[in-house]
């Protein structure tokens, strides 16, 4: 008697995968030292940016990470779908830290001048928009607030996409000498969308 072959792309996203809370306490681990470096005094000449600029940095790896899940288990059968979450919640908790060193640590409070640097600076205009994008996906990131707004909750969550480009877009404006680092985080960014348009829009023959 003949037996069925495996899948090979199902063999591949068999096998024991770490719970999800070892992910939250590895992803938290960057941010716990970049604020022990800062208190430390081990961030340079200007502490605080540096602090800023990491938690900004972090939070845009998780959403490029999390974008990548799909593209990841279509293309090469790797199936991180039961993490999507997680990185969506870390990276909107250290846009939330970045936000709030900004406001707090570095303006001090002072909502006239952050509500100034919103309205005159295009990458802060830029940066905040991405974050209040974010905010509603992570209050309805439960599996309750899932029940509740059913095929809404789909749609609701589909603005992840604009926040990534926003925030790549606010990392790449934000420097000045334009680094190799910010391009790429865009480059993945826009190549994690190509690759969902051309997923959902192109004959599947074509993509085989």
Not at 9 to 38: D, I, S
Not at 85 to 96: D, K, T, V
Not at 161 to 190: D, G, M
């Amino acid at each position: 008697m003949r037996t069925a072959r495996a899948d090979p792309q199902k063999q591949r996203g068999k096998g024991w995968r770490p719970p999800t809370w070892m992910l939250y306490l590895a992803g938290a681990a960057p941010g716990v030292w970049l604020f022990w470096q800062g208190v430390n005094d081990r961030l340079g000449a200007d502490p605080l940016k540096e602090l800023e600029h990491g938690l900004g940095e972090w939070s845009l790896r998780f959403l490029i990470l999390g974008l990548a899940v799909t593209p990841l288990r279509q293309a090469a059968g790797v199936n991180l779908v039961k993490y999507r979450r997680a990185l969506g919640l870390l990276a909107f908790f250290y846009a939330l830290a970045h936000l709030l060193t900004y406001v707090v640590l570095d303006q001090g409070l002072d909502w006239r001048a952050v509500w100034g640097d919103i309205v005159k600076r295009p990458y802060i205009t830029v940066g905040m928009a991405a974050f209040l994008i974010l905010l509603p996906l992570a209050a309805t990131s439960s599996n309750a607030a899932m029940r509740r707004l059913g095929r809404r909750w789909g749609q609701l969550h589909r603005w992840v996409y604009p926040a990534a480009l926003l925030a790549a877009l606010h990392f790449l404006i934000l420097v000045k000498s334009w680094p190799a680092e910010p391009i790429i985080y865009t480059a993945l960014v826009i190549a994690l969308l190509v690759w969902r348009a051309a997923r959902r829009w192109l004959p599947r023959r074509a993509l085989a």
